[in-house]
Nanobody, 116 residues
Framework: QVQLVESGGGLVQPGGSLRLSCTAS????????MSWYRQAPGKEREFVAF????????SYIDSVKGRFSIFRDNDKSTVDLQMNSLKPDDTAVYFC?????????WGKGTQVTVSP
């Protein structure tokens, strides 16, 4: 079965950096596009970043452009989110996502807290 396991979250000061990682299994990783989403307390889950199956195309929500970068390693079945210049508004639970045959799969998420 499809499994997505996120890691790398934590507490960081404003201006700091974190790198999140998602390890995937249960499907042919190199065939699927991958995304990161986040959900802040009391808010809807929102798209953060996308990477195409071979990594040639990426996209980001405007609020993280120039600060976040998404990477993938198809040999290791991982997709990472490098987050720099973090702001308190980036505080959220971050989720890895894949859509296969019109079905969304999610990890359990990893908490990122940006606070002095």
């Amino acid at each position: 079965q499809v499994q997505l396991v996120e890691s790398g979250g934590g507490l960081v000061q404003p201006g700091g950096s974190l790198r999140l990682s998602c390890t995937a299994s249960g499907f042919t990783f190199k065939k699927e596009h991958m995304s990161w989403y986040r959900q802040a307390p009391g808010k809807e889950r929102e798209f953060v970043a996308f990477i195409s199956n071979l990594g040639f195309t990426t996209s980001y929500i405007d609020s993280v452009k120039g600060r976040f970068s998404i990477f993938r390693d198809n040999d290791k079945s991982t997709v990472d989110l490098q987050m720099n210049s973090l702001k308190p508004d980036d505080t959220a639970v971050y989720f890895c996502n894949v859509m296969i045959d019109n079905v969304d799969y999610w990890g359990k998420g990893t908490q990122v807290t940006v606070s002095p």
